[in-house]
């Protein structure tokens, strides 16, 4: 059983069904991906940020060597958009400018640091990194500072949709056989003679000899309850901006990022940068933030303006009228900064897969790999099974075909021609296939996640009322009932004018 239903619970899930259908994934949200998940920069990172000889860095720099076979057949779309690290005067603290001559200051941003951070890569086993000057550097990014003095980039940096993967592993995961449970919290692991019997959830009790634990930033609290634990999550809030693709596609053709030396940094972060997302919009963030609640995603117009001040300097003209939308995510990074995999030597049968921050993503598949060897050891088959299905089956995206194939499918189904969605392009056939999915979408942010209604310029404003009217119509309920993201968040207060009734109050 896989407590977590994140990236990392069902890639673990999906792998597991390699060997034995037998797996459920348990997770209190509506949905899957609802935790860091949905909240990230959705770069897959090379390792190069990371600090020498953690389990984070071997597991990022592993991970990402093992991407694009982890993505195959899942129909997900992935690319390698690269890294630039740009080094300025700012790269260098001031007092240690100031005791410098500007012959050997030039020197060390032109060629000691750019080389220092080649080094370091080959360190890690990160190959191919190559240094730029400063005319390289800007016609690579014309939009980077005109202060660039050099740069590397580092080939290896990709870019992946966090949400549609871990939709894509969960749904690959059940047509093996997997079952994916949702609205179900883990409340009590049922432990006897020092082994694994049940998890006890708040709809009853499940009987299981193994549980691995990938609970995020709850991952603390479900290893207590196993009596399986020893570290602490303390959560850390990253918030990121979000600019129209129209008018950003082509604004950066990399991630980019300014180098700061060693100490520079006053957050436990590799600082954020500019990034694109696969689908083209322009991202600059995430910031790091220590809060003590666990589920603060709110984000204020003095961090949005941090953001806008954090890297002005990097790109002096972006496009900041442009920006169309702002998420935070929280992320569970452990008091020793690094990951926590390990079966527990207390109970038997009990894996933690905790601290998983950044570079989670990106170290997925070596993730997996890791745990996948404590589950062998625990019992799980050794030889996959001759009738895995490799492929997931996926549903066209309207948006990316070409006239002759959206004329073949609108003949064969109208719905196929009723656009719910103006700024995404998005067909009521495709908002169909998301309710009626392998893990389904039942709330309108997980519709958004599987079809990217809402995630236009109008941020929901035309296509918002359309999607919720199918929701209502497929699932049977009155469109009051229609939430945003589950329980406890409710779309409308009722019908119109409902409230100007007598006896009624517009009070929720």
Not at 189 to 211: K, M, P, S, W
């Amino acid at each position: 059983m896989v407590v977590g239903a994140g990236i990392i619970g069902c890639a673990i899930a999906r792998e597991i069904t390699r060997y034995l259908p037998d797996v459920v994934v348990l997770d209190k949200e509506n949905d899957v991906a609802c935790g860091a998940s949905k909240a990230n920069n959705a770069e897959v990172h090379s390792g190069i940020g990371e600090d020498a000889g953690t389990l984070k860095q071997k597991l990022n720099v592993r991970g990402n060597r093992m991407y694009d076979e982890f993505v195959a057949g899942l129909g997900v779309d992935f690319r390698r958009q690269g890294l630039l690290i740009v080094v300025t005067p700012r790269s260098v603290p001031p007092e240690v400018a100031e005791k410098m001559g500007p012959e050997e200051l030039d020197e060390l941003l032109r060629v000691k640091i750019p080389e220092g951070i080649v080094a370091y890569g080959k360190a890690a086993g990160i190959e191919g990194l190559r240094i730029l000057n400063r005319e390289e550097v800007l016609a690579r990014e014309p939009n980077v500072t005109p202060e660039a003095v050099s740069g590397v980039f580092d080939p290896h940096y990709g870019l992946v949709c966090p949400y549609k993967l871990t939709i894509a592993l969960a749904e690959h995961a059940v047509i093996n056989g997997a079952r994916v449970i949702l609205n179900t919290e883990v409340t009590g692991i049922r432990v006897e003679d020092g082994e694994v019997r049940g998890v006890i959830t708040n709809r009853g009790e499940i009987a299981t000899g193994l549980v691995i634990n990938a609970a995020g930033v709850f991952a603390d609290e479900v290893a207590e309850m196993a009596g399986a634990g020893g570290f602490r999550i303390h959560p850390r809030k990253g918030a990121t901006l979000l600019f129209d693709r129209q008018v950003t596609s082509e604004y950066v053709r990399s991630s980019v990022a300014l180098f700061r030396m060693p100490g520079m940094k006053k957050e436990r972060s590799k600082g954020g940068g500019a990034m694109p997302t696969v689908e083209g919009n322009l991202q600059l963030g995430p910031t790091a933030v220590e809060v003590e609640d666990k589920y603060d995603t709110s984000i204020s117009a003095e961090e949005i303006e941090e953001i806008f001040e954090r890297f002005h300097y990097l790109l002096p003209n972006f496009p900041k009228e442009a920006v169309i939308s702002a998420f935070s995510g929280v992320r569970a990074p452990t008091h020793e900064e690094d990951f926590v995999i390990e079966a527990s030597e207390r109970v038997r049968g009990f894996v933690n897969v905790a601290g998983i921050q950044s570079p989670g993503l990106a170290s997925a598949p070596a993730i997996v790999e890791m745990v996948m060897g404590f589950l062998h050891e625990l019992g799980i088959p050794r030889e996959p099974r001759p009738d895995f299905d490799p492929i997931r089956p996926t549903t066209p995206r309207f948006a990316e075909l070409d006239d002759r194939e959206r004329d073949s499918l609108i003949r064969k189904d109208p719905r196929w021609g009723n656009i719910v969605c103006r700024c995404e392009y998005v067909t009521e056939a495709e908002v169909l296939a998301a309710i009626h999915s392998l893990v389904p979408a039942t709330d309108m942010d997980g519709v958004k996640r599987r079809t990217r209604t809402g995630m236009g310029r109008c941020q929901g404003g035309f296509c918002g009322h359309r999607v919720a009217a199918i929701l209502a119509r497929e699932l049977g309920i009155p469109v009051t009932e229609v939430t945003k993201s589950g329980g406890g968040s409710p779309l409308y207060l009722g019908e119109n004018k409902e409230f100007l009734q007598p006896g009624r109050s517009g009070h929720a």
